[in-house]
């Protein structure tokens, strides 16, 4: 017998996989002919892109890709590591300390968060640092229904978020790779921008241990490293947080992180990118400014210098 957890959807609420892996088999049939031909290493605009609202019109990753292609040192570094070990780690019962400058500090019970927020389906573009991409149909809610529901105080300015640390769950955690808990940080209004979601599932399902359950950040328009996963604790400050690449290798890896293809990271090329997924021949794509999400969250960055904010 299969427990039905109360991470998941109600069943009425869930676009099953195979919707999506229709509409995979008729957008590759079309683009199979021009994909053969396309040459060399010019990297592609994807003809498949566009916002309708806030979710993507290209062809998610079948439930596959996004599970088993993973970064979650946690459990080890290579991206296979994830999927092989992180089924040891006990996700209910699950809570999330909320401290700092709020108005209502505590521990909060997952079961209780997930009653007071509205779950939705958002397929986002996902972009990794190192250059990979994937489009993912998450499962979640606003995290600024989660912040209102602590009250912020006004003189909170970031939100500093950490994972969970359990060496004898989370083998990685053995080892000296990043400094645990793993941290990260927004400032306050990227935190309550709609586009920035805690995600509780995928494809209509319980989120896999692999991709961060029972709960973790999503926010589209930055590098992927700021998604943190298995999230047990959440201040509002007014420092803005050190986080756990920063404090790793300053040099390569900022507060900011957005996706911009004009900033190359030290030692590799941010202007295109590899979607996972898309086999031997696919052409690269260009990566877009904020990871496609401009018209959305560029007002939030207005006359910043994104060269020194990277
Ligand atoms: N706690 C924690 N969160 C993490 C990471 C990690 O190592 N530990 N890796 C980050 C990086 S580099 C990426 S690209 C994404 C990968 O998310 P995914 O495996 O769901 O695609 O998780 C981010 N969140
Ligand atoms: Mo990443």
Request: hydrophobic letters at 35%.
């Amino acid at each position: 017998m299969h427990k039905t957890s109360k991470f998941s959807l109600p069943h009425s609420q869930c676009t099953p996989e195979a919707h999506y892996l229709n509409r995979r088999a008729l957008i590759a049939g079309a683009a199979g002919a021009g994909a053969l031909f396309a040459s060399g290493t010019q990297a592609q605009e994807n003809p498949d892109f566009q916002i309708n609202g806030f979710n993507t019109t290209e062809e998610p990753n079948t439930l596959k890709d996004i599970s088993s292609y993973n970064n979650f040192y946690e459990f080890g570094t290579s991206k296979e590591d994830p999927a092989r070990y992180a089924h040891n780690l006990t996700t209910d019962p699950w809570s999330v300390e909320i401290d700092g400058l709020v108005e209502r500090p505590g521990s909060y019970d997952l079961g209780d968060i997930l009653k007071n927020v509205n779950i939705e389906e958002r397929i986002y573009r996902f972009r990794c640092v190192e250059a990979w991409s994937m489009v993912i149909p998450w499962n979640g809610f606003e995290l600024n229904q989660l912040l209102n529901l602590a009250g912020i105080q006004p003189s909170a300015k970031y939100v500093r978020m950490e994972t969970l640390f359990r060496p004898e769950e989370m083998r990685g955690q053995r080892t000296r790779v990043l400094d645990w808990p793993y941290v990260e940080g927004l400032r306050l209004d990227e935190a309550m921008h709609p586009l920035t979601i805690m995600a509780t599932g995928l494809y209509g399902k319980e989120l896999p241990k692999q991709n961060g359950a029972p709960l973790r950040l999503v926010v589209p328009w930055k590098y992927g490293f700021k998604s943190i996963k298995s999230i047990v604790k959440i201040t509002l400050t007014d420092e803005q947080p050190i986080n756990s690449w920063q404090a790793t290798n300053a040099r390569e890896y900022g507060f900011y992180s957005n996706v911009n293809p004009n900033v190359n990271h030290p030692r590799w090329s941010q202007a295109s990118e590899r979607r996972i997924g898309g086999g031997l021949f696919a052409p690269r794509i260009k990566t877009l400014m904020f990871n496609g999400y401009e018209e959305h969250v560029a007002d939030l960055y207005a006359g910043m210098d994104l060269r020194k904010y990277y």
